[in-house]
């Protein structure tokens, strides 16, 4: 047994795990054999971390968890797609999916992104803080410091190119003990070496005097102004669409199920709806990102899910609070940056997340104690806030490895994959740095097969239907006059027109369910819930798009919304 071996056996032994089989396979370490329980399955997960293997694969059973391996259920077959061919096929129609897939239409390739579900930004980029971290709180030398770094630099320059919004409230990492201000130096050296330009240590009364909500119990702060503010889903859908304007094709409802290989090379993907030809395959499938790399041949990783629950807070309460509030993590171990308060662009105000290890992948579950932990912990930040201001609740799952760190390389056994994987918080703000990354590792393996020349027609800005909310008042009576449904308000908690229901229908990936134009033109984002628009929304769905009423979803195939009218013809006259 090699020395690493023995240094993790003696780790899984100090940790009363010693029955736990450890072998290295393609470099990697694989624990076997079974535990009692998922807390043991983590323990011994992070046991097993930190010494010099590519990473953890953690294939062990855990006692009254039969299933929790299995991917989610496929849906049903098509060949719609088969024998397609690609020079590049992405794998995960997440932000990080999406980006790649926008910085790969930079060259003269041809481009597909699957995604298994009904839209983009369903799992974890659709549930998230929408915060674009400043590096403070992550651990110097990883990967996810150096791609945090950059991609906040580079998030003013795309979001001004894809058209989304985006804001620099600035954040507050709060203390609670007076003796916690001598760590101000410290932490000012620190700030420096990682780059968080800015930087400033404040004292209660300066805390008090720029938030003045501000939790009653802080003493002082470390102040972050180069921490910034998206909406996750929008930043998604921008870079997806720009994306499709350069040449990619998004196939939705289309999940991977396998690969066909030729020695080492992936030569095609198998998915629900045929197989497809591909040269270079990105996986960027989030939470299962580490089931897609055995399919391929090349699982060095075992993601492992955290959730987090958010609370999204009414509008009322976003004139409360500046800055995004949060407390300070003195520890560089922690495995979260610990939440808080964050302001949104709509107004609103997020509190969370929580984080809790759970087995299920796509658990969005929410629990009392996760709900209370958001009340205890998050909400107490901003003085005035209450229970009642929450609307809703919502929850994401992180895909964490063991190593707790990005995975973004090109596979060392299979020539012609390219893994995004683990990407877990802070990736959305790594987002545009990764896509570049990735982008040019797909370029180094194309080169030796094709004539890769840049993309003479990419064009960097999205282009964008009429946007009313950014509109003067005179412009928006000349939109209105020109087309009168952008007057017609459909969603009166956030004023939402017709025309902007009708542009998301229309647009270049087009919104076909009921969440995704939810999503896209904020129509039932209030604080009702939907609870006035939906059947207005439901009508006009089904007229752009000349279904039935009762064929219109919630968010996937078979989520109807109506099954039958409630009143036929025939009874209408009798009841008269
Ligand atoms: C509660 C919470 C808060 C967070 N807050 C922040 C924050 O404030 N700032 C920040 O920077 N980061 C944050 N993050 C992290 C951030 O959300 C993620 O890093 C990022 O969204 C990951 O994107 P992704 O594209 O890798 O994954 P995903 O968004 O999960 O996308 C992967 C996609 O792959 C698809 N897929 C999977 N398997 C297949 C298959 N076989 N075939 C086809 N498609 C498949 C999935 O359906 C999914 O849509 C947070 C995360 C959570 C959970």
Redesign the pocket.
Known sequence: MSAELNTVKKALAAANLAEVEVIEKQGALVLEGQVKNWQQYLEAGYAAAGQDFRGVVNDLEVEGLENFKQ?CESSPEDFSLERYSFDVVV????????AIARELTRYNVKVAL????SD??????????????STMAVKLGTKKYLY?LRGNRMYRKVAEELGFDLKWPGSFAMLDKNWQLLLGPYARRIASKKGVQGFRVLSKGKVKELEPNAWEEQTGSFYMPETGVVD?YQV?IAYAENAMQNGTTIYLN????GFEKDNNRITAVR?NRGTLQAGVIIN??????D??AEMAGDRFYTIHP?????AILDKKTGSSQSYILGRAQLSSEAKTKG?GL?PLLDGNILA??TADEVPGREDYSTETHELQHILDHHLVLNKTLQQSDIITYF?????CTFEEDFIIEISEYVENLVH??G?????????PAIAVDVRDMAAEILKNKMDLKENPDFNPKRKLAPQPVRLSLKERNCLIENRPSYGQIVCRCELVSEGEIVDAIHAPLPARTLDAVKRRARAGMGRCQGGFCTPAVINILARETGRQVTEICKHEPGSVLITDRTRRKGCEQSAH
């Open positions: 991917q794998i995960g129609g997440g932000v990080i999916g999406c699957l995604e298994k579900e983009l930004a369903r799992h974890t980029s659709g549930r998230n803080n929408g915060m674009i971290h945090n996750p998604t289309t999940k991977v199920l998915t960027a499938a989030g939470i299962w990102a089931h897609v955290r959730k987090g629950v958010i939440g964050v969370g997340p929850a994401g799952t992180r895909a995004a994987a990407i877990q918080s802070p990736g959305l703000a790594s987002a």
